[in-house]
């Protein structure tokens, strides 16, 4: 094993990406479809050259390698194992790429399929397997040519719902104490396998933090949509000064005035950009807008639903029309333009959703604590 | 794989879709009608068509392990390494496959003939091609050899690029992933690709009229044969004709109408 090291840009890809990953870390590459997350994998395999910068594994530079040469290998969506070979022949095709003599690469391809559960297949033909086996091997296949860092492109997307689970727990063992990089759309992906995220966006790193950090205080919108929050954007109204950590907070967003608590270690002054994350489950909805304080009251819009662990997730996206009730803290009052924009979230139990008849294009009104939205710096 | 749902057509269809056939067919069956089956044996094993056949054999045979080896290679680096106009060059390998075999001929004459573009040099490194069974072997070689690299390039092109990726990050050199996974992956376009070069040298005629002429042992091979003897005795003619049919027929049923309709295109 070894750590990487990568500073590159890839014009034709729009691409600027600088990333470290130490020995034996497992990082996890999200971000929105077209983000750069393959050409990024795509970049350290060597199946793609850096317009400029370089790549380093284990400190050697193999940014001019070709893939062969690098000891980087890669587990795709789909198993591609090579169909005219054995299970066994494609777990011994590396180690015989590498000069081993024939027995002692069958002896290992034997080892790495005891490792996936598979070696009682080693005499059968990639097309007898089902998806989930012919996974396991492809993984023994990728252990078996002993990689310096391991790259996975969705490795579980192309599998039945039902095997992931399985292969999730193959996945993690093999990947205790080595270099590599997972690219997932899966939240349990990242909470099971890796101990940090990188989020790309547009072909830059917009996040790189610890998954527990991510999932706690997103500071995108990609990653707040994968921990199943609303993450709004705004800066420090003017008020009593400098915020700390547990104060209470005013941040001027485009759907107006968004009371919260400060959650950050660092303090902050009246117009510092910083970000409010929202929890669709502490959000209520309400007819009319209610009295008390201190509360934030949204008017919203429905645009639709869907079913989420026994509750449904009611999406909206926030409204500019309706009139100034008084009491709390009213979003249409000064909301500036844009308040349409945004999208916000809450989650209601199948009952409160029939007797509020929720329908597309409803308007209602999203109610949420102050001391329920966490506020913290942004960027 | 399950069977597809078959595709209604419309009733009418089957009349022309019949009448094609029959096109096709009629001639064959006239040929097997026509042919002086009591005397069959005898027509096709005489001096003059043994030798044709022999030599036909030996001149398609060398023909095609000439295509394989610059053929497959050729396939290869057009499909994969891509070179700057790479569908110009896919166009020119295609030429030969739409050009009269006579013009073939005649170019290759131009160039490998006593006064041609290279022959006049090799004349005079005391080298003779024109008109020798070499000539022959190279007039078959023109034409067959596309048929091979169209064949292959194919099948190079639908879909073998992905597991050579994965051979490759696998710590596999490039020859490795060659010999151990493309060529094995596309066998059967290769396999239908040699048969296919070896019907087409095996038929060839008219480029080798042009370029090699019709000297018996040495040019004039089972086509030729055929041509020359329809003249003199008709009733061999047919009988060579039929033998022909025969090895064509082997070669559509082994190489089988599937993969020659393109059916991994």
């Given at each position: 094993?070894?750590?990487?090291?990568?500073?590159?840009?890839?014009?034709?890809?729009?691409?600027?990406?600088?990333?470290?990953?130490?020995?034996?870390?497992?990082?996890?590459?999200?971000?929105p479809n077209g983000a750069g997350k393959s050409t990024l994998l795509g970049l350290l395999a060597g199946t793609l050259t850096p317009t400029s910068g370089r790549v380093l594994v284990g400190g050697r530079d193999v940014t001019r390698l070709p893939p062969h040469r690098r000891r980087v290998a890669l587990l795709a969506q789909?198993?591609?194992?090579?169909?005219?070979?054995?299970?066994?022949?494609?777990?011994?095709?590396?180690?015989?790429?590498?000069?081993?003599?024939?027995?002692?690469?069958?002896?290992?391809?034997?080892?790495?399929?005891?490792?996936?559960?598979?070696?009682?297949f080693a005499d059968r033909r990639p097309g007898?397997?089902?998806?989930?086996?012919?996974?396991?091997?492809?993984?023994?296949?990728?252990?078996?040519?002993?990689?310096?860092?391991?790259?996975?492109?969705?490795?579980?997307?192309a599998l039945d719902v039902a095997v992931a689970p399985q292969l999730r727990g193959v996945l993690r063992e093999v990947l205790e104490g080595r270099t590599a990089l997972i690219v997932t759309h899966d939240l349990v992906d990242v909470v099971t396998l890796a101990g940090r995220t990188v989020v790309l966006d547009g072909g830059r790193v917009v996040e790189d933090r610890s998954v527990r950090a991510l999932v706690e205080s997103p500071r995108s919108r990609f990653a707040a949509d994968l921990a199943g929050r609303v993450l709004l954007a705004g800066t420090v109204a003017a008020g009593k000064g400098m915020v700390r950590r547990g104060d209470g907070v005013v941040l001027q967003t485009a759907l107006g005035p968004v009371a919260g608590l400060w959650q950050d270690d660092t303090a902050?002054?009246?117009?510092?950009?910083?970000?409010?994350?929202?929890?669709?489950?502490?959000?209520?909805?309400?007819?009319?807008?209610?009295?008390?304080?201190?509360?934030?009251?949204?008017?919203?819009?429905?645009?639709?639903?869907?079913?989420?662990?026994?509750?449904?997730?009611?999406?909206a996206r926030g409204v500019t029309s309706a009139g100034p009730p008084d009491?709390?803290?009213?979003?249409?009052?000064?909301?500036?333009?844009?308040?349409?924009?945004?999208?916000?979230?809450?989650?209601?139990?199948?009952?409160?959703?029939?007797?509020?008849?929720?329908?597309?294009?409803?308007?209602l009104w999203f109610v949420v604590k102050a001391q329920q939205v966490r506020v913290y710096r942004g960027h | 794989m399950s069977r597809e749902p078959r595709y209604a057509v419309p009733g009418w269809l089957w009349i022309p879709a019949a009448a094609g056939l029959l096109f096709l067919a009629l001639p064959l069956a006239a040929m097997v009608v026509g042919t002086d089956w009591r005397h069959f044996g005898a027509l096709v094993t005489s001096p003059s068509a043994r030798i044709a056949l022999w030599l036909s054999l030996r001149t398609a045979a060398a023909a095609t392990v000439l295509s394989l080896v610059f053929g497959t290679p050729l396939a290869v680096v057009l499909a994969r390494a891509r070179p700057r106009g790479h569908r110009q060059l896919r166009a020119l390998v295609m030429l030969p496959l739409v050009l009269p075999p006579v013009v073939g001929g005649l170019a290759l004459l131009l160039t490998y003939g006593r006064t041609g573009l290279l022959g006049r040099w090799l004349e005079v490194a005391g080298v003779h091609i024109a008109f020798t069974t070499t000539a022959v072997v190279l007039a078959q070689t023109f034409v067959a050899m596309p048929f091979l690299v169209i064949s292959l390039e194919g099948a190079l092109r639908s879909g073998t690029g992905a597991y050579e990726r994965v051979a490759a990050t696998l710590g596999a050199p490039p020859g490795l992933v060659l010999r151990r996974i493309t060529l094995p992956l596309v066998a059967p376009g290769l396999v239908s690709g040699t048969v296919l070069a070896f019907a087409r040298a095996l038929g060839e005629f008219g480029?080798?009229?042009?370029?090699?002429?019709?000297?018996?042992?040495?040019?004039?091979?089972?086509?030729?044969?055929?041509?020359?003897?329809?003249?003199?005795?008709?009733?061999?003619?047919?009988?060579?004709?039929?033998?022909?049919v025969a090895v064509g027929a082997l070669v559509v049923l082994t190489v089988g109408s599937r993969t020659l309709g393109g059916d991994h295109g």
């Amino acid at each position: 094993m070894a750590d990487v090291r990568l500073d590159v840009t890839l014009a034709s890809r729009h691409l600027a990406v600088g990333l470290e990953v130490p020995d034996g870390e497992v990082v996890a590459v999200l971000g929105p479809n077209g983000a750069g997350k393959s050409t990024l994998l795509g970049l350290l395999a060597g199946t793609l050259t850096p317009t400029s910068g370089r790549v380093l594994v284990g400190g050697r530079d193999v940014t001019r390698l070709p893939p062969h040469r690098r000891r980087v290998a890669l587990l795709a969506q789909q198993p591609l194992l090579f169909p005219h070979l054995s299970v066994l022949e494609n777990v011994a095709f590396a180690p015989r790429a590498a000069g081993l003599g024939r027995a002692a690469a069958r002896a290992l391809a034997r080892e790495r399929l005891e490792v996936v559960g598979m070696a009682g297949f080693a005499d059968r033909r990639p097309g007898q397997l089902s998806g989930g086996q012919a996974q396991r091997v492809a993984i023994a296949r990728a252990l078996a040519a002993d990689p310096q860092v391991l790259l996975l492109d969705e490795p579980f997307a192309a599998l039945d719902v039902a095997v992931a689970p399985q292969l999730r727990g193959v996945l993690r063992e093999v990947l205790e104490g080595r270099t590599a990089l997972i690219v997932t759309h899966d939240l349990v992906d990242v909470v099971t396998l890796a101990g940090r995220t990188v989020v790309l966006d547009g072909g830059r790193v917009v996040e790189d933090r610890s998954v527990r950090a991510l999932v706690e205080s997103p500071r995108s919108r990609f990653a707040a949509d994968l921990a199943g929050r609303v993450l709004l954007a705004g800066t420090v109204a003017a008020g009593k000064g400098m915020v700390r950590r547990g104060d209470g907070v005013v941040l001027q967003t485009a759907l107006g005035p968004v009371a919260g608590l400060w959650q950050d270690d660092t303090a902050a002054g009246p117009g510092a950009r910083a970000l409010a994350l929202v929890d669709p489950a502490a959000v209520s909805l309400h007819r009319e807008a209610p009295d008390g304080s201190p509360r934030n009251c949204w008017p919203v819009e429905v645009e639709g639903m869907e079913p989420r662990g026994g509750q449904l997730r009611v999406v909206a996206r926030g409204v500019t029309s309706a009139g100034p009730p008084d009491g709390g803290i009213r979003g249409a009052v000064d909301a500036q333009e844009g308040g349409q924009d945004v999208r916000l979230a809450a989650d209601i139990t199948p009952a409160a959703a029939a007797e509020l008849a929720v329908a597309p294009g409803r308007r209602l009104w999203f109610v949420v604590k102050a001391q329920q939205v966490r506020v913290y710096r942004g960027h | 794989m399950s069977r597809e749902p078959r595709y209604a057509v419309p009733g009418w269809l089957w009349i022309p879709a019949a009448a094609g056939l029959l096109f096709l067919a009629l001639p064959l069956a006239a040929m097997v009608v026509g042919t002086d089956w009591r005397h069959f044996g005898a027509l096709v094993t005489s001096p003059s068509a043994r030798i044709a056949l022999w030599l036909s054999l030996r001149t398609a045979a060398a023909a095609t392990v000439l295509s394989l080896v610059f053929g497959t290679p050729l396939a290869v680096v057009l499909a994969r390494a891509r070179p700057r106009g790479h569908r110009q060059l896919r166009a020119l390998v295609m030429l030969p496959l739409v050009l009269p075999p006579v013009v073939g001929g005649l170019a290759l004459l131009l160039t490998y003939g006593r006064t041609g573009l290279l022959g006049r040099w090799l004349e005079v490194a005391g080298v003779h091609i024109a008109f020798t069974t070499t000539a022959v072997v190279l007039a078959q070689t023109f034409v067959a050899m596309p048929f091979l690299v169209i064949s292959l390039e194919g099948a190079l092109r639908s879909g073998t690029g992905a597991y050579e990726r994965v051979a490759a990050t696998l710590g596999a050199p490039p020859g490795l992933v060659l010999r151990r996974i493309t060529l094995p992956l596309v066998a059967p376009g290769l396999v239908s690709g040699t048969v296919l070069a070896f019907a087409r040298a095996l038929g060839e005629f008219g480029a080798t009229l042009t370029f090699a002429g019709s000297l018996q042992g040495t040019t004039r091979t089972l086509p030729l044969e055929v041509y020359l003897q329809r003249e003199v005795d008709p009733a061999a003619a047919v009988a060579l004709s039929l033998v022909l049919v025969a090895v064509g027929a082997l070669v559509v049923l082994t190489v089988g109408s599937r993969t020659l309709g393109g059916d991994h295109g």
